[in-house]
């Protein structure tokens, strides 16, 4: 099973600042990881999917860039409804898909 | 416009059965892998199984292999999750979504429908 591990746990930001948030693969996944946001009371949202490709509709604020087993998402610009707790997940090694533990976003 | 409606959760004591249903609107569903996604109270997304749009493939996390068996309905869009010996620690919201690329990438998400296994 490939671990996914995020890092930080917790990331303090103030609205129209730029977030880094990191993930690594406890074995290599090609370039097969998705990010997603989850907002408390809402449904989890896909983000990016192939370590860099913005789903439809996903504002161009959102990047995602990597491969292997290093991979980061930048949030330029946040907005409120970017304060959430976002997960990657990698597809390359199936089953299981696995996630990350989260990243939480928090002003 | 894709919508994943969830039903079937509720209060179950420990070593009881569920079974929970996501019908689908919107889209071919036998087309696409659909998913079940489980979140326990205070923890991260945890993928629990899929199931390819014919539902020749199916596959699981090793937590529930030979308890949960997801399965589908491709006559009334309807995916479902046949859960049983229940542990407390299977708690948790469960969320079909619609998979994009083969069994993963879930790019649309139902509300979620909440086990609980308590005694």
């Known amino acids: 099973e490939t671990v996914m591990t995020q890092s930080p746990v917790t990331l303090a930001v103030s609205p129209g600042e730029t977030a880094t948030l990191s993930c690594r693969a406890s074995?290599?996944?090609?370039?097969?990881l998705a990010w997603y946001r989850h907002t408390p009371g809402q449904t989890p949202r896909l983000l990016i999917y192939?370590?860099?490709t913005r789903a439809p509709g996903v504002p161009d604020r959102f990047s995602g860039r990597g491969y292997g087993t290093e991979f980061t998402l930048t949030i330029s610009g946040l907005q409120s409804e970017d304060f959430a707790v976002y997960y990657c997940?990698?597809?390359?090694?199936?089953?299981?898909?696995?996630f990350g533990g989260g990243t939480r976003v928090e002003i | 416009e894709v919508q994943l409606e969830e039903s079937g959760g509720g209060l179950v004591q420990p070593g009881g059965s569920r079974k929970l249903s996501c019908e689908a609107f919107?889209?071919?569903?036998?087309?696409?892998?659909m998913t079940w996604v489980r979140q326990a109270p205070g923890k991260g997304l945890e993928w629990v199984a899929n199931?390819?749009?014919?539902?020749?493939?199916?596959t699981y996390v090793d937590s529930v292999k030979g308890r949960f068996t997801i399965s589908r309905d491709n006559d009334k869009d309807s995916l479902y999750l046949e859960m049983n010996n229940l542990r407390v620690d299977d708690t948790a919201m469960y969320y079909c979504?619609?998979?994009?690329?083969?069994?993963?990438?879930?790019?649309?998400w139902g509300q979620g429908t909440l086990v609980t296994v308590s005694p």
């Open positions: 979504a619609r998979c994009y690329s083969s069994g993963a990438i879930e790019d649309s």
């Open positions: 919107g889209f071919t569903f036998r087309n696409f892998w």
């Open positions: 199931i390819k749009g014919d539902g020749s493939v199916t």
């Open positions: 074995q290599s996944v090609s370039g097969n």
């Open positions: 192939g370590a860099s």
């Open positions: 997940q990698q597809y390359s090694d199936w089953p299981p898909v696995t």
